[in-house]
């Protein structure tokens, strides 16, 4: 039998085997597009309570590492150029070692200035207390004299006139002396001020400007100049949820974790609990984290000598929890 193209139909032949056709495709397509479902194990474990805290009581919790101190930002008293800067993070210092300095020759000069006047002044003070001592002198010389027809009394209040002259030129003097000597005090004091100091010993943690920078004391940048603190020991500061704070066994210490190496678990002596429960600043960016909460804050110190925690960094604590009251039947 020849094949006629006359008598292929294309509602009954062709039609439905472009619908075949579509629907292999499609099948093809879904199958080629379904997600991987075969399990894997996370590349990081979470954090979990092991040893005595594995079957006790226990509260967890989510903290921050900071220095024992707490985090000190360094500000400038006068705003200026920064001429000096002595300081690097990583950096240890001791209370009273200069960090950076601002521009002081404005300072300097007006403290010159004041010195100069504080020479001019007792210079003064000199040449007043010799004219005070020669007109009081003559005056005592004239008063002395027996003969009253011997000096005339014109002579005499000339002399005592002198004397008043000479005994008021000295304590002018005495009063410039004493307005040099102010300024030159208020002068080194701002010079102390050009010049920033550690106000404790401990670790630079960041140093936020560069020499030639203006620093200004108002209406500058919102970042510290320097940020610094006492890291050892270092402290852990861990939220605890409003809802969980009365079970929170103070005075016990706490296992902590780095975030993202469970593995690394060390004991946390407990230090004390802020008296205030704050708002919740500190996140974990976990899907089921509430925000909306409050959160009492307690402070633990991390052992020494150890390199698993760096200020700033996020951490898992685990605490111990006092026993839940037994209900009453």
Not at 22 to 48: H, M, N, V
Not at 129 to 157: G, K, M
Not at 274 to 294: F, G, I, M, Y
């Amino acid at each position: 039998m020849a094949f006629n193209l006359k008598n292929i139909s294309f509602s009954r032949q062709i039609l439905p085997l472009i619908a075949v056709v579509g629907i292999i495709l499609a099948a093809i397509y879904i199958f080629s597009e379904l997600p991987d479902r075969e399990t894997t194990e996370p590349a990081k474990q979470p954090a979990k309570a092991t040893g005595e805290l594995a079957n006790a009581p226990r509260v967890a919790g989510a903290g921050l590492v900071e220095p024992s101190s707490e985090i000190i930002d360094i500000g400038s008293a006068l705003s200026g150029l920064v001429t000096d800067l002595r300081v690097q993070p990583g950096d240890r210092v001791a209370k009273g070692e200069p960090l950076f300095t601002v521009d002081d020759r404005a300072v300097r000069a007006t403290l010159a200035e004041a010195n100069a006047a504080i020479a001019e002044a007792r210079a003064a003070i000199g040449e007043a207390a010799a004219a005070q001592r020669t007109a009081n002198e003559q005056l005592a010389l004239y008063r002395n004299i027996d003969d009253p027809a011997a000096v005339s009394r014109a002579e005499i209040v000339r002399i005592e006139g002198e004397a008043a002259a000479a005994n008021n030129r000295l304590a002018l003097a005495r009063a410039r002396l004493s307005q040099a000597q102010a300024r030159a005090a208020s002068a080194r004091t701002e010079l102390g001020r050009l010049t920033v100091r550690a106000p404790i010993s401990g670790e630079i943690l960041a140093v936020n400007i560069r020499p030639g920078e203006f620093v200004a004391t108002q209406g500058g940048s919102s970042q510290p100049f320097i940020q610094m603190g006492e890291t050892n020991p270092l402290h852990v500061r861990v939220d605890i949820d409003e809802n969980e704070a009365s079970r929170v066994k103070l005075g016990a210490e706490a296992v902590v974790s780095p975030r993202g190496a469970a593995e690394i678990q060390v004991k946390a002596k407990f230090v004390r609990a802020e008296p205030q429960v704050v708002p919740k600043r500190q996140l974990t960016n976990s899907a089921a984290e509430r925000v909306d909460v409050r959160v009492l804050q307690v402070i633990y110190e991390l052992p020494e000598n150890t390199d698993a925690f760096r200020v700033g960094q996020q951490v898992d604590a685990f605490i111990p929890a006092n026993e839940a009251p037994a209900e009453e039947g």
